[in-house]
């Protein structure tokens, strides 16, 4: 797989197809990276970090991390696990809905391939990043949990979910907390400090 906003390195095919090799039951995340034509910003940056490039290159990868921008599995898989759904209408969340039938219903495994490189064309400001990931938080996010709610903790999203009565003292509090996090005073004057100050790694909380 690879996106409609991505450049192939020269050797981009053959790391894919050395990686299935060697790893027959097995799915390959690319290593997906900014373009550097494209410059740098706090945004762009963040990008590069998230996924597999928390990984050492050549690590085994939760599903939670496959993305359909560089990245390929054995085709007999894909058909074991039903192919993609095509009831995901907007954007995002159907990369990783096929990655958690792939693991369940096909039995495989993830890793980082770092050897397969794709530049990524588009260009993100942090409003732009923000409206996309707004965007299928409304739509498609609640279909992906109504899918897997066993992943729910995979994805970290308990925190997301209303109080309940099961909550322990510390969910509760960090329940709370993410709800002051988000108000809009906060999420202004957060949005005001990553889009006007160099502060490199330090932004990325904040984001």
Known sequence: FL???MRADRRLVEEHVRFHASRPRAAAIGNALTAPELGRSAVLSYLD???VHKLPPGSRAPARYFLTNNSSVPRQSLLDAGLFDESFRSYGFED???AYRLERDAGLSFWYCAGA??????????DQLLEKRLEGARSTLPQLIAG?????????LELLLPASAGDGA??????????????????????AVVSG???????????
Do not use: N
């Not at 160099?198 to 990325?204: C, D, F, K, S």
């Open 3 to 5: 996106d409609d906003d």
């Open 170 to 191: 510390w969910l509760r509090a960090r329940k709370s907390l993410l709800g002051a996090l988000t108000a809009a005073p906060f999420e202004r004057a957060a949005r």
């Open 96 to 98: 990783m809905d096929i």
């Open 148 to 156: 897997h709610p066993d992943r729910v903790r995979d994805l970290s």
């Open 49 to 51: 970090t998230r996924g």
């Open 197 to 207: 100050f160099p502060l490199g790694r330090a932004a990325y909380p904040l984001m």
């Open 117 to 126: 490189v794709a530049y990524h064309i588009h260009h993100h400001t942090l």
